[in-house]
């Protein structure tokens, strides 16, 4: 099914295949089971038990797979800027390294485009069911709805992010999404924007379950200061940050236990389905035992690094092969366990308390309120066992300050879905960064392609310019 604009045939085994019957909801997303011979449609959200079963089946599907969530917005986006270079020669991959991707890129058209899209529509199917079950609770209805808006808005701020505009669709009906053009920047933002502030009305407190596996209030937030963050809304970025911090609720932790199940430091998780895997990251990075590493980082940002950063010794590995070192991220410490199919210990990071310290310290700038900026970039600088700079340089100005934050940020984040090359997007220096590296970059590459694929079969579709 190669139409992503989702048609009429694609409604019925979505149902049969994506909808996910948990069987433990109080505990975590592992004990899953695919109810081919469930029943479907409405019947699926006829009480609370069914109606969670269904928006749980959308984190299976994002687990099971490299997407904008997790894996693939790391590798690609990590060798795509200047974090990372690619050691092997599969040419799709190889395309990201070299700043060119073709529009018949498989690795855009399947993890990005068609998966991202898939989610949507899971989605949008929820939303509407959802709106119409009499069988729930407004409690459930709200929490389930919340948790839908977020990730509907997670996808089109990434989408955004990536390829400019997008058809934004928000409803189930084939007729009005299959030949759907591209939506406007400004529209998907208002969009992006509405979901969250649903979001965050819709969602508690507290998490649903007593893992950080499924949106609270904080996650909502989270998203919501990354959002302000990208359109220079100082002061509501700040304040969106703030909220988080000030709930008490998340701690930085020991260099070591950041990307653990359940860190003090997440805000929100993606829970391992996969068995015998802890993370993608963790199994792609980590090489196996006579191998050379596929992604290793560059001396861009190895440089990068100041001396004596634990954060080095802790998230770095090497790895000698053929008398060349090659030096790969460890952040993720488990590859996977196909034997002894342990339970996994690490969960993929999406949202952590480190990123919005960083946030509120880069807004604190802009707002003139440099001690408040000063100390949140030194909890950061705390942790990794580096000089403060309220006891190294507490006259420093705003802007040598914003260049101090500008570099935590790339080294607190390294590798990290997709940060790095988004931050060098927003900043507007993505172009001069990578055109001394990357011989045949051309600006309009900070966009990817729209996939060929898509175009031929939706001929609304425009192209980006440049392909």
């Not at 805000?267 to 996969?274: A, K, N, S, T, Y």
């Not at 993505?430 to 590296?437: D, G, V």
Request: hydrophobic share 40%.
């Amino acid at each position: 099914m190669r139409n992503t604009f989702i048609n009429h045939k694609m409604k019925r085994p979505f149902l049969l295949t994506t909808i996910i019957c948990c069987l433990s909801f109080s505990c975590n997303l592992l004990n899953v089971d695919n109810p081919a011979n469930k029943a479907v449609g409405d019947d699926l959200f006829k009480n609370k038990e069914t109606a969670e079963a269904a928006v749980l089946g959308i984190y299976s599907a994002i687990a099971g797979t490299s997407n904008i969530f997790m894996a693939a917005i790391t590798y690609y986006s990590s060798i795509y800027a200047d974090e990372a270079f690619y050691t092997a020669s599969t040419a799709s991959i190889q395309e990201f390294y070299n700043g060119a991707v073709s529009t018949t890129n498989t690795v855009i058209e399947t993890n990005f485009w068609n998966n991202s899209y898939r989610y949507v529509y899971q989605i949008n199917t929820c939303l509407e069911k959802l709106e119409k079950s009499t069988g729930i609770s407004d409690a459930t209805r709200n929490q389930l709805s919340g948790e839908c808006h977020f990730l509907r808005a997670f996808i089109y701020f990434h989408m955004l992010q990536l390829f400019g505009e997008v058809p934004l669709i928000t409803v189930t009906d084939y007729r009005v999404n299959e030949n759907m053009p591209r939506t406007t920047t400004t529209t998907i933002r208002n969009s992006i924007l509405s979901d969250l502030e649903r979001a965050k009305k819709l969602l508690s407190d507290a998490y649903p379950t007593n893992e950080r596996v499924r949106p609270n209030k904080s996650t909502a937030s989270a998203l919501l200061a990354r959002y302000y963050l990208h359109q220079q809304q100082w002061q509501a970025a700040e304040q969106e940050a703030s909220e988080i911090v000030n709930t008490g609720r998340y701690q930085l932790t020991a260099v070591d236990d950041v990307f653990l199940a359940n860190s003090a430091e997440a805000i929100f998780q993606i829970q391992p389905v996969l068995v015998g895997y802890n993370t993608m990251e963790g199994n792609t990075f980590i090489p196996s035992d006579l191998a050379r590493p596929n992604f290793a980082l560059t001396t861009y940002l190895r440089n990068a690094f100041e001396v004596n950063d634990k954060r080095w010794k802790s998230w770095v590995a090497s790895k000698v092969v053929n008398a060349i070192t090659y030096y790969y991220p460890f952040k993720y410490k488990k590859k996977a366990d196909f034997i002894a199919n342990p339970k996994p210990v690490e969960y993929n990071m999406i949202f952590r308390l480190a990123e919005i310290l960083l946030i509120r310290a880069e807004c604190r700038v802009h707002l003139n309120s440099l001690p408040g900026a000063i100390a949140d970039l030194d909890a950061i600088r705390l942790r990794a066992g580096l000089p403060l700079i309220q006891t190294s340089n507490p006259g420093i100005s705003a802007a040598e300050l914003s260049e101090k934050i500008a570099q935590e940020r790339r080294i607190e984040l390294f590798m990290e879905c997709g940060h790095r090359w988004s931050d060098l997007k927003r900043t507007g220096k993505a172009s001069e960064t990578l055109q001394p590296i990357k011989s045949d970059w051309k600006s309009t590459r900070e966009l990817w392609p729209i996939p060929q694929v898509q175009r031929a079969l939706n001929p609304a579709l425009t192209q980006n310019d440049g392909y």
